[in-house]
């Protein structure tokens, strides 16, 4: 040791593992602990459990081309057995706190533009067969290497862009936000509460919430976002149990007549791979195909890379540990999404919530997948979460996950302006990929202006050709005369 250097400033070693688990996951290793695993893994489960209500909700209230429906206690079956079993293969192989479930947006698609055109164990083939193709993609080495190909400050932007992306999409969900009704004769898009005030005792229970997530996460207080969770929920079964005619959306926090169900399966299997072709013509599927694989591509990049940055496991150049195996597994949950007909399984950017919860290994996984498994027989129980409870973590995250911003260099406006398209973009128009899009345009479009295009990698440029394409699809149908 030199004189200059001090015991202090050399590397401190990792904490040695406790047992086999914490040595596998690299519990300890990671700056975790057990207990910050189970809090973040019932986090991530508590914001994201929704998706039992609402995929069921999507999917059952469409018609396929023949005017069938889909049912809708065999599709919550489907949504949490999907979601229990990838999340876990995603915390043991990919070893992220990444929790898995049914994707919306991807599933309106499927519900609302790809099922009319067909039957739905067609548009379930469509799914299995662009899940298989993105699977192609990682096996392949060309999504990692498109990952690795964006610059860092565009990925601290995509990592900003999600933040207030999900913290929308809490106020949203809470109805502290709402869309103002296309007759109110007015060009504002959105508005205060349902009304452009607020009222009711559902959204007191969300702002409540908020100021407590808030005030624990001041305080420093561990499980600040599970106990706010908890909390909400408990304060909301009290106030729904004494308050008549309260209107909580999608859930109703009330105690169940009865605790556990029988899941159904019938769904699980019924799909046609290749029954597409057969209803609509090869053009239309291509761009089915297309829109299904580019949507899910960037969504899933950008919530990977958002979650480990605000989870502090990205490296010194950026990257994501085990990203091979993650976007493989990823992928491999759009064709298990497929073949159960529970649409397409994607990364949820509510992990998150786990996150901020402490979690930072794959063991948080096998609380929530656990929790999905649960819920299979005792739906009734575990779903009396309302949202207003539960968005308050998203929201909260959201702001950690805007800290982010102080990284970017927003002098230089070949940077500065790409990455305020792409964090403008997600809230604007409720879409990652869309965000994503953006940035990547205008990032190569400026690196152009300035003579500077060698400088942006092939694979931008290949990417930013795809997003044109991507945004254009509609005027190309017209084109080529697809309805």
């Given at each position: 040791m ?39 893994g ?25 005017g ?153 207080v ?43 399966f ?15 013509t ?38 994501v ?22 649409s ?91 965000g ?5 345009l ?26 044109v ?15």
């Amino acid at each position: 040791m030199s004189e200059t250097q001090k015991p202090a400033d050399r590397p401190r070693p990792a904490p040695s593992a406790v047992n086999g688990v914490d040595r596998f996951f690299g519990i300890s290793e990671r700056g975790s602990t057990f207990g910050r695993e189970i809090r973040g893994g019932f986090a991530t489960f508590f914001t994201m459990a929704y998706i039992l209500v609402l995929n069921p909700l999507v999917l059952g209230s469409a018609k396929d081309k023949f005017g069938h429906q889909l049912d809708a206690v065999q599709l919550t079956t489907a949504t949490a057995l999907v979601a229990a079993v990838m999340t876990i293969i995603m915390g043991v192989g990919g070893n992220l706190p990444l929790a898995l479930a049914a994707g919306l947006g991807l599933n309106a698609v499927v519900a609302f533009q790809i099922a009319p055109l067909m039957s739905w164990d067609d548009a379930m083939g469509l799914i299995v067969l662009e899940g298989l193709l993105i699977c192609v993609l990682v096996v392949t080495g060309l999504r990692e290497a498109v990952m690795h190909a964006i610059p860092q400050p565009l990925k601290q932007a995509i990592s900003v862009g999600i933040g207030l992306f999900i913290a929308f999409i809490g106020f949203v969900d809470a109805g502290f936000v709402s869309r103002v009704p296309d007759a109110a004769g007015t060009t504002v898009p959105v508005q205060l509460g349902a009304t452009g005030t607020l009222g009711g005792w559902p959204i007191l229970v969300f702002c409540l919430g908020v100021l407590l997530t808030i005030g624990l996460l001041a305080r420093k207080v561990k499980g600040a976002i599970l106990i706010s969770i908890v909390t909400m929920t408990l304060l909301a079964v009290v106030i729904n149990s004494v308050a008549d005619h309260t209107s909580w959306g999608l859930t109703t926090p009330e105690w169940p007549d009865r605790l556990a169900d029988t899941p159904d399966f019938g769904l699980i299997g019924h799909f046609s791979l290749f029954g597409a072709f057969g209803e609509t013509t090869v053009i239309t599927v291509v761009l089915l195909v297309f829109t299904l694989i580019l949507s899910d591509f960037f969504d899933t990049m950008g919530t990977v890379v958002g979650v480990s940055a605000e989870a502090g496991l990205l490296d010194h150049e950026g990257k994501v540990p085990n990203l091979g195996r993650v976007l493989l597994i990823d992928g491999a949950a759009a064709v298990a999404g497929g073949a159960a007909s529970s649409s397409s399984a994607t990364s949820y950017i509510e992990s998150a919530a786990g996150v901020g919860e402490g979690s930072r290994t794959g063991f948080s996984n096998l609380v929530t997948g656990a929790l999905f498994a649960l819920a299979l027989f005792l739906t009734p129980l575990l779903t009396i979460v309302p949202l207003q409870a539960a968005a308050p973590a998203l929201v909260a995250v959201g702001f950690l996950m805007m800290t982010q911003a102080k990284s970017i260099d927003w002098d230089r406006y070949e940077i500065a302006v790409p990455a305020f398209l792409t964090i403008a973009v997600m809230p604007f128009t409720y879409s990652i990929t869309n965000g994503i899009g953006a940035g990547f345009l205008a990032f190569v479009l400026l690196k152009t202006v300035l003579g500077r295009a060698k400088d942006v990698h092939w694979l931008m440029w290949g990417a930013s050709a795809l997003f044109v394409v991507y945004f254009a699809v509609s005027p190309i149908e017209q084109v080529l005369g697809v309805k």
